[in-house]
T-cell receptor, first 112, second 115 residues
Framework: GEDVEQSLFLSVREGDSSVINCTYT??????LYWYKQEPGAGLQLLTY?????DMKQDQRLTVLLNKKDKHLSLRIADTQTGDSAIYFC????????????FGRGTQLTVWP | DGGITQSPKYLFRKEGQNVTLSCEQN?????MYWYRQDPGQGLRLIYY???????QKGDIAEGYSVSREKKESFPLTVTSAQKNPTAFYLC??????????????FGDGTRLSIL
């Protein structure tokens, strides 16, 4: 299956941490990605994690992968108003020939 | 700078009219993709192409057509058969499918509306 699920909305206060969650159904996922979309723009690749990793950190971003539960999360430390955007998780499968399967996106709103 | 260019940024279609959305990339990517985005529905794949002169239908190909005559270009035609074309259209590209980690890179999108 290629079902990727995300909660649709998240609100946080500026300076707090944000955690965006994603679940997927296909255990053969190879790479999992996080993209950011600002209003009226395309998707910007934020980070990715290979399926044999548990965690990846990149500056304010921390990706956690729980393969047993098929759960992926993106933590943004010290969230800023400029982080307000839609965040998409996506997976690729060995059989998909590069095709990505996207969740519906989580709208993150950061309040000052 | 390398990137993906979509044009126009805004497009209006009259009833019964076909319109073509342009997508050009200079990243030397083999694969290209077209997505449709509606509010709250995420991205839905329309067509994709792994190599020049070859393309496959995605999940919502009805009412759309594509061509891939050049590696750099993957135009999308929204035909009159597409009864609800109003949406945000995104083009993406990625490297050859034989490589494992090949994230897709996106253009800035074209917003299509019906007059």
């Amino acid at each position: 299956g290629e079902d990727v699920e995300q909660s649709l909305f998240l609100s946080v206060r500026e300076g707090d941490s944000s955690v965006i969650n994603c679940t997927y159904t296909d255990s053969s996922s190879t790479y999992l990605y996080w993209y950011k979309q600002e209003p009226g723009a395309g998707l910007q690749l934020l980070t990715y994690i290979f399926s044999n990793m548990d965690m990846k950190q990149d500056q304010r971003l921390t990706v956690l992968l729980n393969k047993k539960d098929k759960h992926l999360s993106l933590r943004i430390a010290d969230t800023q108003t400029g982080d307000s955007a839609i965040y998409f998780c996506a997976e690729t499968l060995p059989s998909s020939l590069g095709r990505l399967y996207f969740g519906r996106g989580t709208q993150l709103t950061v309040w000052p | 700078d390398g990137g993906i260019t979509q044009s126009p940024k805004y497009l209006f279609r009259k009833e019964g009219q076909n319109v073509t959305l342009s997508c050009e990339q200079n990243l030397n990517h083999d694969a290209m993709y077209w997505y449709r985005q509606d509010p709250g529905q995420g991205l839905r794949l329309i067509y994709y192409s792994q190599i020049v002169n070859d393309f496959q239908k995605g999940d919502i190909a009805e009412g759309y057509s594509v061509s891939r005559e050049k590696k750099e270009s993957f135009p999308l035609t929204v035909t009159s058969a597409q009864k609800n074309p109003t949406a945000f259209y995104l083009c993406a590209s990625s490297m050859n499918r034989l490589y494992s980690n090949q994230p897709q890179h996106f253009g800035d999108g074209t917003r299509l509306s019906i007059l």
